[in-house]
Nanobody
Framework: QVQLVESGGGLVQVGDSLRLSCVASGRTLSRYHMGWFRQAPGKEREFVAAISRSDGTTYYAGSVKGRFTISRDNAKNAVYLQMNSLMPEDTAVHYC?????????????????WGQGTQVTVSS
């Protein structure tokens, strides 16, 4: 069992940056591929970014590529999402998730463990 806790969300202005953190307890994160997802009101949960457990290969949704960076620190049992050049359409609850699937999934259904989410609001 893995418990995930996100932090770092908040209210920011267009063009600002935020760094989300996800800290795990229960098991070492090095066993898992890790992903970040987000869900805006009235919309489905969508893929944002993911990082593999083996070689740290990263994957991004087209809407955030070039603006967001996912990283992991296995020694701290943590995963991060650096978000730059934030836009109003980034407003959502952001979740981190873990999976031991053989490959890195982009679908939420591919992830077994989820955090409670952290709210990111970008004001124009």
């Amino acid at each position: 069992q893995v418990q995930l806790v996100e932090s770092g969300g908040g209210l920011v202005q267009v063009g600002d940056s935020l760094r989300l953190s996800c800290v795990a307890s229960g098991r070492t994160l090095s066993r898992y591929h890790m992903g970040w997802f987000r869900q805006a009101p009235g919309k489905e949960r969508e893929f944002v970014a993911a990082i593999s457990r083996s070689d740290g290969t990263t994957y991004y949704a087209g809407s955030v590529k070039g603006r967001f960076t996912i990283s992991r620190d296995n020694a701290k049992n943590a995963v991060y999402l650096q978000m730059n050049s934030l836009m109003p359409e980034d407003t959502a609850v952001h979740y981190c998730a873990a999976t031991d699937y053989y490959s890195v999934p982009r679908a939420p259904s591919g992830y077994k463990y989820w955090g409670q989410g952290t709210q990111v609001t970008v004001s124009s």
